[in-house]
């Protein structure tokens, strides 16, 4: 199973990789493409209506891989930290609307100068939220990402950290996502996605452009870049991991690209080096 | 001692801090400042000239706190290999002339696809150069890089790691710097410093700032960013270093302003910050 050969089974467009294409329009490229996945975004979602997302996804036979983001837990104050979490259980419910099981934690920057505050905050923020997406069927996975977006995006910034959180919970409930541009600098990753056995909520590949201007946009394609996808994946599938692979990439000069052309270099570049 | 104020008795540039200034700027703009250690980079020492270089520094009374850098250990061949280390005993060679005992190692980066074998040659090059450090009287620091400049310049990107190379040497012989950009983000920050008493052989202050264009210029003064810096600086001291403190700075508008300038707001805030 771990190396089975990748065919396209598994391969999901998240559709920050077409940024430019509405839910309709990632819809309708990944039925062209024969792409079985997608993974939305709730400000597109958003645009496009959550009742109307959900519906033109079922129509096109598309399963939603997952959903981005919740997280964003520090607040400077209780009110903000409640705001956070009355929008966390939203967007668990438009996970659930949607039809996937997975709502990926982007769990916030720090607020000041003080991390370990920011980090608490975090692990209370899934704290409170865990029930309630256990409710509704929706599992939390915790993103690590590259510390150079710590200031930025998270304060969460490796695959140990994410599991020291989540393995305080049942593992059908809260685990992690491993995204290959985030993590794979560690000289621990091979151990923690291991380690991560079951909690494998989603698998994200890219490759790592350096140095580029935006750091939020330096993401590549599979194969651009010097990521050893096809290990990470295989090292994830060896943990049982089964499920879709998101391809999610950041990058100005893909989103000027048509679409459609995304979509077949993601195919080829899939089959190649993930 | 830990919680000594922080005066300027253990204060040193490291002269990458004023890259407009040779070596005998540098010197002569520490007298003048009150400065009683400099950090010297190999490119600059060789521009003054090895001998005129130690003679200038001892001249102002002024100590070495480190020589930048050794490492740079893998290479695609065995001959590179050779021809890397035998640089590296020159830089030993050269920190013993400078009158300073630390030398430090930017390990270097992978070579291609290859993070392992990469890593192992830092592994390999450290154990090859160790003796020969110790028979020279100076110590092998290596510093880990933040991630971000994994691919660009070291494949050695978290104190812990660094520190396991380090464990299996002499503690007075092999050890760790620590520079606050390169590990302010990291989850297990103190207790690696903990676990690091008695192997730090150096402390780097200055800031993290971001997002910026160039990663390598994106360092800046303390206090302009958000890192702690003297939290860390105490656990450092906490562990019985005593050692000095350099102020290093990548930062093209640093480099753009009168080095007397710079000299004097970095003792204003070692005094604030660090």
Same mark, same amino acid.
């Given at each position: 199973?771990?190396?089975?050969?990748?065919?396209?089974?598994?391969?999901? *467009?998240?559709?920050?990789?077409? /940024?430019?294409?509405?839910?309709?329009?990632?819809?309708?490229?990944?039925?062209?493409?024969? +792409?079985?996945?997608?993974?939305?975004?709730?400000?597109?979602?958003? @645009?496009?209506? %959550?009742?109307?997302?959900?519906?033109?996804?079922?129509?096109?036979?598309?399963?939603?891989?997952?959903?981005?983001?919740?997280?964003? #837990?520090?607040?400077?104050?209780?009110?903000?930290?409640? =705001?956070? %979490? @009355?929008? /966390?259980?939203?967007?668990?419910?438009?996970?659930?609307?949607?039809? $996937?099981?997975?709502?990926?934690?982007?769990?916030?920057?720090?607020?000041?100068? /003080? *991390?370990?505050?920011?980090?608490?905050?975090?692990?209370?923020?899934?704290?409170?939220?865990?029930?309630?997406? =256990?409710?509704?069927?929706?599992?939390?996975?915790?993103?690590? #990402?590259?510390?150079?977006?710590?200031?930025?995006?998270?304060?969460?910034?490796?695959?140990?950290?994410?599991?020291?959180?989540?393995?305080?919970?049942?593992?059908?409930?809260?685990?992690? +996502?491993?995204?290959?541009?985030?993590?794979?600098?560690?000289?621990?990753?091979?151990?923690?996605?291991?380690?991560?056995?079951?909690?494998?909520?989603?698998?994200?590949?890219?490759?790592?452009?350096?140095?580029?201007?935006?750091?939020?946009?330096?993401?590549?394609?599979?194969?651009?870049?010097?990521?050893?996808?096809?290990?990470?994946?295989? =090292?994830?599938?060896?943990?049982?991991?089964?499920?879709? +692979?998101?391809?999610? +990439?950041?990058?100005? @000069?893909?989103?000027?690209?048509?679409?459609?052309? $995304? %979509?077949?270099?993601?195919?080829?570049?899939?089959?190649?080096?993930?």
């Amino acid at each position: 199973l771990a190396h089975s050969p990748p065919d396209h089974s598994r391969l999901s *467009l998240n559709q920050k990789t077409t /940024n430019n294409w509405s839910v309709r329009q990632a819809v309708e490229g990944c039925a062209r493409a024969g +792409i079985p996945f997608i993974g939305l975004w709730r400000d597109k979602v958003a @645009d496009t209506g %959550l009742a109307r997302s959900a519906r033109l996804v079922r129509d096109a036979g598309l399963r939603v891989s997952s959903l981005c983001r919740g997280g964003m #837990f520090p607040a400077a104050t209780a009110a903000g930290r409640r =705001a956070s %979490l @009355d929008d /966390n259980r939203r967007a668990v419910d438009e996970a659930a609307t949607l039809g $996937t099981d997975v709502l990926v934690l982007v769990c916030g920057p720090p607020l000041d100068l /003080n *991390l370990d505050a920011a980090r608490a905050m975090v692990e209370e923020g899934v704290h409170e939220l865990a029930p309630y997406a =256990a409710q509704a069927g929706v599992r939390l996975g915790i993103e690590p #990402f590259h510390p150079v977006l710590m200031t930025e995006r998270s304060v969460i910034v490796t695959l140990a950290q994410a599991l020291d959180i989540a393995v305080r919970f049942d593992p059908s409930r809260v685990g992690v +996502i491993v995204d290959v541009y985030h993590v794979w600098w560690s000289p621990d990753l091979y151990s923690q996605i291991a380690r991560a056995s079951g909690r494998i909520f989603g698998f994200h590949a890219n490759d790592w452009l350096s140095p580029e201007p935006d750091l939020l946009l330096s993401r590549g394609m599979m194969g651009d870049g010097p990521i050893e996808i096809r290990r990470i994946r295989e =090292a994830v599938d060896e943990t049982g991991y089964t499920g879709p +692979i998101e391809v999610e +990439i950041f990058n100005q @000069d893909i989103w000027n690209t048509p679409g459609d052309d $995304t %979509l077949a270099l993601m195919k080829e570049r899939y089959a190649a080096c993930v």
